[in-house]
């Protein structure tokens, strides 16, 4: 996939570093305060969607720079969440019953999912790195179902359909972290996240994956390793879905399959593909407007009729399908680069359109097509 | 001994609709470069259109509609799918037929509900072979895919558009300079891949039940059979298809049936991971 919207702020980001770090500073201070200021119900949503925040981050940054697409990252999520929970719970397989005092600290639990999920991906990532983009599409959406089909094989480990209940509280020295001080620790993640990676992309190594990105025979003839550095990105995302996974175990305090639907992992594609692939902050945008949509669909689903259509009991799922469906395929026809940057780059060509009519008086030929536009100055 | 024979010819029939898709991919990816996320949608469009229709009228004119409609349904997904020339990449197609997958769920959801549907198989007859029970549903889907397997491999060889179809993929710029519509080849392969995924799915109803959701693992069943031979031999695409089947129910037979699919997916995985050593760039 081509990258022109992430190489073209190129120039600007040297200048700006110290003032971008500061606003990202700002930014990520509202966002922690936000939660404080919100209702019980909002700030589940809100959580969430901080919590698909830091997949969708790590998802753009391998579709951008290594024009690969993970459909599984649903999977790394899940076993986060599995992991966290599971070491947390002290579970033994034999009686099924869950000794509270057996399990590690919440804290060194969700430490250790990302480590679990980085490790996964380490080992399906090698042998498929060196593959193209379709191969390891359907490579990490088969791991995602071999994990979600593991839920059920191995229920006397993860409670199978009925899940496991997770009681301990996430806690650090002394203070619990629920509700909306989750939600804070959460998006002062994002914060953290979204600093490593913007410094990742304008670092050697993020010129290293510009220039994959931008034609990858050239930059393997100039002494980049490609497959090293696409295994890197790919194993960076797991870790990301794997800590968001970890966290999520103690915002729901339960894990059961509901939660790690496959349709998940391709939700995430949509979410980049709303950003833009490779924009991190636009990562972020998706992953909002995404839980945004998807709870109002919900809302609207469990109506009776809309617009004079009678809704079947399934309404909310053909609803979600149908938009997020629909979505994916607009965007990725006529926004590539994103709905974010593509829509704000149809204001600007209009913008640079009308500013040239008012020159000359009257708009000069060809410039009716946005692209030609850009390239003719 | 009789039990291991059972699961073989079980393991055959479902594996031909494994190969049937796996063939469709192989005809769509090698004419287009797209491998197509929603392939296993016309299976399950074949079966559940076969079941409506067929409330109206003898089930085989159903079939043969339900294939028709598929084939339309197609060409549609094909021009959606190839998107426009110089913007869309084949890793752009491979995500807008995840959307339009995701889109067919929710179509087919509200078309025809979310019951499971089946219905009267060829013959109610079973013949005994030595113990083991052979469905003549079993015998047609093995003769079906054998056919499309003979059919496409002649047809991709011998005729012009089949060659029409092979020359476009394999350079699309010299394609088009002597006058081959990259589109029109596009829509072909499309056309042809979903009639045929299609009538895979309507004769695989009648013992494994459809459920509008069913295309995910008919899909990505279809692409383990395909990636066999490297998503290019159709060939390669059949045996691997029944090699998934046989694999799969020896798993339902002798280990655990939760683990057919997961060990089905490990197997593909390992393919992939085997086929990658020495070939950058598959």
């Known amino acids: 996939m081509s990258t022109k919207g992430t190489t073209e702020p190129r120039r600007h980001r040297r200048s700006g570093t110290f003032r971008r770090a ?8 509202f966002a922690c305060w936000l939660p404080f200021q919100l209702s019980r119900e909002d700030i589940g949503l809100y959580d969430r969607m901080g919590l698909y925040a830091l997949v969708a981050i790590g998802l753009t940054l391998l579709m951008g720079f290594a024009g690969q697409v993970s459909l599984g990252q649903g999977g790394f999520f899940l076993i986060g969440a599995y992991t966290s929970g599971l070491l947390t719970v002290g579970l033994d397989p034999d009686t099924r019953l869950v000794d509270p005092n057996a399990g590690i600290d919440p804290l060194l639990a969700v430490a250790v999912a990302p480590i679990v999920s980085a490790a996964v991906a380490l080992v399906i990532g090698i042998p498929l790195m060196r593959l193209r983009g379709h191969y390891l599409a359907f490579a990490t959406l088969a791991f995602a179902l071999i994990a979600w089909s593991l839920l059920y094989a191995q229920d006397r480990f993860t409670g199978g359909q009925f899940g496991v209940t997770v009681a301990k509280r996430l806690s650090v020295a002394g203070h619990d972290i629920t509700g909306a001080t989750h939600a804070a620790v959460v998006w002062g993640l994002v914060g953290v996240v979204l600093l490593l990676s913007a410094n990742l992309v304008a670092s050697r190594s993020g010129r290293a994956l ?4 931008a034609d990858e025979p050239a930059a393997a003839a100039s002494g980049i390793d490609v497959a090293a550095f696409k295994l890197k990105l790919f194993v960076y995302a797991a870790a990301l879905a794997g800590l968001a996974g970890g966290l999520f175990t103690f915002y729901a305090q339960f894990l059961g399959p509901e939660d790690f639907v496959i349709v998940l992992s391709l939700l995430f594609v949509v979410m980049v593909s ?4 490779g924009s991190v902050y636009g990562a972020v945008v998706g992953s909002v407007t995404i839980v945004w949509i998807e709870h109002e669909l919900r809302a609207l689903g469990t109506h009776e009729s809309l617009l004079g259509w009678h809704l079947p009991p399934q309404g909310p799922s053909i609803l979600s399908l149908g938009v997020f469906g629909l979505l994916l395929v607009v965007i990725m026809l006529f926004f590539p680069h994103g709905l974010l940057s593509g829509v704000l780059g149809t ?18 030929p060809g410039v009716s097509d946005p692209q030609r536009t850009r390239e003719s100055r | ?24 991919l192989v005809l769509v990816y090698r004419a287009t470069g797209i491998v197509n996320f929603a392939q296993g949608v016309f299976a399950v469009l074949g079966g559940l259109l076969t079941y409506s229709l067929g409330q109206h009228m003898s089930l085989v004119v ?11 349904a197609g060409t549609v997904v094909a021009v959606v799918a190839v998107g426009f020339r110089g913007r869309t990449t084949p890793l752009a197609s491979l995500i807008i037929t995840v959307g339009i997958a995701l889109l067919a769920e929710a179509l087919l959801l509200t078309a025809f509900g979310e019951v499971p549907r089946s219905y009267r198989a060829v013959s109610d007859h079973a013949w005994n072979i030595g113990g083991v029970l052979v469905q003549p549903q079993y015998a047609v889907l093995a003769v079906v895919a054998l056919a499309a397997a003979l059919g496409l491999t002649l047809f991709l060889r011998r005729t012009i558009v089949g060659q029409a179809l ?28 979903a009639a045929l995924t299609a009538i ?55 280990v655990d049936p939760q683990y057919n699919l997961i060990i089905a997916l490990s197997v593909m995985l390992v393919l992939i991971g085997w086929r990658s050593r020495g070939e950058l760039a598959l």
Do not use: C, H, K
């Open chain 2, 62 to 72: 159903a079939a043969v509609l339900a294939t028709v409609i598929s084939a339309v």
């Open chain 1, 22 to 29: 500061v606003l990202l500073a700002v930014a990520t201070a």
């Open chain 2, 200 to 254: 895979g799915g309507l004769l695989l109803a009648p013992t494994v039940p459809v459920t509008y959701n069913a295309d995910l693992s008919i899909t990505i069943n279809g692409f383990a059979a395909a990636v066999f031979g490297g998503l290019a031999s159709i060939r390669l695409a059949l045996l691997g298809g029944y090699a998934l089947g046989v694999v799969e129910q020896l798993v339902v037979g002798y």
């Open chain 2, 1 to 24: 001994m009789t039990t291991f024979f059972q699961l073989i010819v079980v393991g055959i029939s479902t594996g031909s609709v494994f190969a049937i898709v796996g063939m469709s």
């Open chain 1, 210 to 213: 510009q220039a994959i990105a």
């Open chain 1, 347 to 364: 204001i600007e060509a209009t913008r640079r359109r009308v500013a040239r009519r008012d020159r000359t008086g009257e708009p000069p």
């Open chain 1, 274 to 277: 709303i950003g833009g692939l």
């Open chain 2, 166 to 193: 092979v020359a476009a993929a394999d350079a699309p710029r010299a394609a088009e300079l002597i006058g081959l519509n990259l589109r029109s080849v596009a829509v072909i392969a499309f056309a042809i891949a």
